[in-house]
């Protein structure tokens, strides 16, 4: 069962956002979900490598076997071929805060890789700290990160609370160059069904999962349609997902040029 977000709570999240930098929402996803998600992969996992019908000793045997980078590209593109990105984005209480967050009028990025935590020292897969600004997201795109496969015993990212608000943090080869002393990271408080929003300036890394751990997420940035482009946005792909009553008003009248009684008289549906 997830949770409805009441006006009063998406309120709190918000000045939790400004303070914090990021917010999670508590059972926002349905489990129906997250399992059709791990079935999703699993399934694509045995099909391509005739693997183990079960999730994670499928995804250990299978990033031996292929680059590790393109399997999670793959797998990626398969919950998009199932619409899971959008699915996520429009469970009712995430939906709603993102409208809280950015307005109506929503667009997400494609083209992502899965992130999955699987231990080995890979730091492209364990990332350092890091601020989503570095990699080209404008400070209006939230980063929303959905655990999918989290047991109990794996860890979520760590952030350290407040420090978006210090802007653009200088680095070198993906590492900060200097991380003030007292700052205080914190491990997210999270778990399957649970979703995190992230902004672009606040820092954040991978906790590494220890021994056959292995933690399953999807990241989904969002950010709103019409937002002046303040990274390299416009060198990503994006598809729209909700649209405004001022947008839906706009697609009706079909063309930029508004063409004088377009739907006059009209039994077109729609
Ligand atoms: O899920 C992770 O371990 C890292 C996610 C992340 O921070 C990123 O992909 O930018
Ligand atoms: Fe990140």
Redesign the pocket.
């Given at each position: 069962m997830t949770t409805m977000l009441t006006d009063e709570a998406a309120t709190t999240l918000c000045d939790d956002f400004m303070d914090q930098g990021y917010i999670i929402i508590k059972r926002c996803i349905a489990t129906a979900l997250l399992d059709q998600a791990k079935q999703i992969l699993t399934e694509k996992i045995y099909k391509q490598f005739k693997l183990k019908d079960n999730l994670v000793p499928g995804l250990l045997q299978a990033q031996s076997l292929m680059d590790p980078y393109d399997l999670r590209v793959m797998l990626q593109k398969e919950l998009e071929y199932f619409d899971i990105p959008e699915q996520l984005l429009l469970s009712p209480a995430l939906l709603k805060m993102l409208i809280h967050l950015l307005g109506p009028d929503l667009e997400r990025q494609l083209k992502l890789e899965l992130l999955v935590n699987a231990g080995g020292g890979n730091d492209f897969f364990i990332?350092k700290w890091?601020q989503?600004y570095w990699s080209g997201s404008g400070i209006f795109m939230l980063?929303v990160w959905t655990p999918i496969h989290m047991p109990e015993v794996a860890y979520g990212l760590e952030l350290i609370p407040g420090s978006h608000k210090w802007g653009h943090i200088p680095h070198e080869n993906r590492q900060p160059l200097h991380i003030p002393e007292d700052a205080q990271p914190v491990s997210m408080d999270i778990a399957e069904g649970d979703t995190a929003i992230i902004h672009a300036l606040c820092l954040?890394r991978t906790l590494a999962t220890a021994g056959d751990t292995v933690r399953v997420a999807t990241l989904n940035p969002v950010r709103n349609i019409y937002h002046e482009k303040a990274g390299f946005e416009h060198l990503r792909c994006y598809h729209p997902f909700h649209f405004s009553p001022l947008s839906k008003i706009q697609k009706m009248l079909g063309n930029p040029h508004l063409s004088a009684f377009r739907l006059r008289g009209s039994q077109r549906n729609p």
């Amino acid at each position: 069962m997830t949770t409805m977000l009441t006006d009063e709570a998406a309120t709190t999240l918000c000045d939790d956002f400004m303070d914090q930098g990021y917010i999670i929402i508590k059972r926002c996803i349905a489990t129906a979900l997250l399992d059709q998600a791990k079935q999703i992969l699993t399934e694509k996992i045995y099909k391509q490598f005739k693997l183990k019908d079960n999730l994670v000793p499928g995804l250990l045997q299978a990033q031996s076997l292929m680059d590790p980078y393109d399997l999670r590209v793959m797998l990626q593109k398969e919950l998009e071929y199932f619409d899971i990105p959008e699915q996520l984005l429009l469970s009712p209480a995430l939906l709603k805060m993102l409208i809280h967050l950015l307005g109506p009028d929503l667009e997400r990025q494609l083209k992502l890789e899965l992130l999955v935590n699987a231990g080995g020292g890979n730091d492209f897969f364990i990332k350092k700290w890091h601020q989503e600004y570095w990699s080209g997201s404008g400070i209006f795109m939230l980063q929303v990160w959905t655990p999918i496969h989290m047991p109990e015993v794996a860890y979520g990212l760590e952030l350290i609370p407040g420090s978006h608000k210090w802007g653009h943090i200088p680095h070198e080869n993906r590492q900060p160059l200097h991380i003030p002393e007292d700052a205080q990271p914190v491990s997210m408080d999270i778990a399957e069904g649970d979703t995190a929003i992230i902004h672009a300036l606040c820092l954040h890394r991978t906790l590494a999962t220890a021994g056959d751990t292995v933690r399953v997420a999807t990241l989904n940035p969002v950010r709103n349609i019409y937002h002046e482009k303040a990274g390299f946005e416009h060198l990503r792909c994006y598809h729209p997902f909700h649209f405004s009553p001022l947008s839906k008003i706009q697609k009706m009248l079909g063309n930029p040029h508004l063409s004088a009684f377009r739907l006059r008289g009209s039994q077109r549906n729609p």
